[in-house]
């Protein structure tokens, strides 16, 4: 029950410090109260929006990215998970066929994310290029 207790706090912590690293990245746009109109817009630029049209594709791909983090960082949880349990094992081969399985199951999960990723772009791309859409 520990070590459950462990590794799940490990990757909460894991997700929510990548999370606050995006954010910290992003560009802040300094604010510019000349070409306010009004009570509204001082207080809109006061708080830091924006104005301007903003486009979903970079939102969507920052989200794909976070998200791929996110994976990344839990096969990693589970690949050293695994080979812990290997390496504690002392023999006992209930231990090193439940690692062995850990370690197998979070290649497998993995591999089917990035082809899921791989198949997604390919798509997109295709589309993009049929359509005559730039990117």
């Known amino acids: 029950m520990f070590k459950k207790i462990i590794l799940f706090t490990i990757i909460f912590l894991s997700v929510f410090s990548l999370q606050f690293a995006v954010v910290a990245q992003e560009e802040t746009k300094p ?31 920052r989200i794909i990215k976070i998200w791929l983090s996110v994976f990344g960082i839990v096969f990693l949880v589970l690949i050293i998970y695994g080979g812990f349990i290997w390496m504690t094992a002392g023999g006992s081969e209930e231990k090193v066929t ?11 999960g993995l591999a089917v994310v990035m082809m899921a990723y791989a198949i997604t772009w390919f798509v997109v791309y295709q589309l993009s290029e049929a359509t005559g859409f730039e990117q």
């Open 31 to 61: 604010l510019n109260l000349s070409n306010s109109a009004g009570f509204l817009n001082t207080a809109g630029d006061k708080a830091g929006y924006d104005y301007e049209k903003k486009d979903i594709d970079p939102i969507i791909a």
């Open 98 to 108: 439940k690692a062995r399985q850990i370690i197998i199951n979070s290649a497998i």
